[in-house]
T-cell receptor, first 114, second 111 residues
Framework: NAGVTQTPKFQVLKTGQSMTLQCAQD?????MSWYRQDPGMGLRLIHY???????DQGEVPNGYNVSRSTTEDFPLRLLSAAPSQTSVYFC?????????????FGSGTRLTVV | DAKTTQPTSMDCAEGRAANLPCNHS???????VYWYRQIHSQGPQYIIH???NNETNEMASLIITEDRKSSTLILPHATLRDTAVYYC????????????FGKGTLLTVNP
């Protein structure tokens, strides 16, 4: 298993540009989430999905869109990038069943908006 | 989710046991204690979790007090590669999708 794969690893955008951060997992996990991590702060939840076709907002959803057309993929879209979206983005997934499963995280996408 | 309190930083000598404490005095009966760690510039890594009983896996042991108001993560033989930020998170699991990360404990393992 490759686990959770995030692409690209690094990206520089100009203000106003749009882009999609890719996240794929091959573990047949139902739950997938996107977090952002800013310096000196913990990870904050952006959006999450409990299965294909089902998504919901997390703590900091503004400026981001998601969709979940397959179990494997959960892309994060930045519609019009802003400097405030400069951050490290992590995708995570876990099995739905069982009360205490841990999340598997990807290695992150480091995004800079200039 | 219940709030957790962890020391900001700790040091440990290589080869010795690292004991990382966490207070979660408002934990409710259906909430699990999870531990994750984040090595510099990498994604968080799940370590272990527990509900009431002590747990052990290949990475660590988790000791939960009888009243469940605190817990300790034990790395039995710390190595330099265990230097990381360790997060203690309380979550009810199941349909509770959100992990609330605090600032964690920076564990530095010294040679």
């Amino acid at each position: 298993n490759a686990g959770v794969t995030q692409t690209p690893k690094f990206q520089v955008l100009k203000t106003g540009q749009s882009m999609t951060l890719q996240c794929a997992q091959d573990m047949n996990h139902e739950y997938m989430s996107w977090y952002r991590q800013d310096p000196g702060m913990g990870l904050r939840l952006i959006h999450y999905s409990v299965g294909a076709g089902i998504t919901d907002q997390g703590e900091v959803p503004n400026g981001y869109n998601v969709s979940r057309s397959t179990t494997e993929d959960f892309p994060l879209r930045l519609l019009s990038a802003a400097p405030s979206q400069t951050s490290v983005y992590f995708c995570a997934s876990r099995k739905a069943e069982g009360g205490g499963n841990g999340y598997t995280f990807g290695s992150g996408t480091r995004l800079t908006v200039v | 989710d219940a709030k957790t309190t962890q020391p900001t930083s700790m040091d440990c000598a290589e080869g010795r046991a690292a004991n990382l404490p966490c207070n979660h005095s408002t934990i409710s009966g259906n909430e699990y204690v999870y531990w994750y760690r984040q090595i510099h510039s990498q994604g968080p890594q799940y370590i272990i979790h527990g509900l009431k009983n002590n747990e052990t896996n290949e990475m660590a042991s988790l000791i939960i007090t009888e009243d469940r108001k605190s817990s300790t993560l034990i790395l039995p033989h710390a190595t330099l590669r265990d230097t990381a930020v360790y997060y203690c998170i309380v979550n009810s699991g199941g349909s509770n999708y959100k992990l609330t990360f605090g600032k964690g404990t920076l564990l530095t393992v010294n040679p």
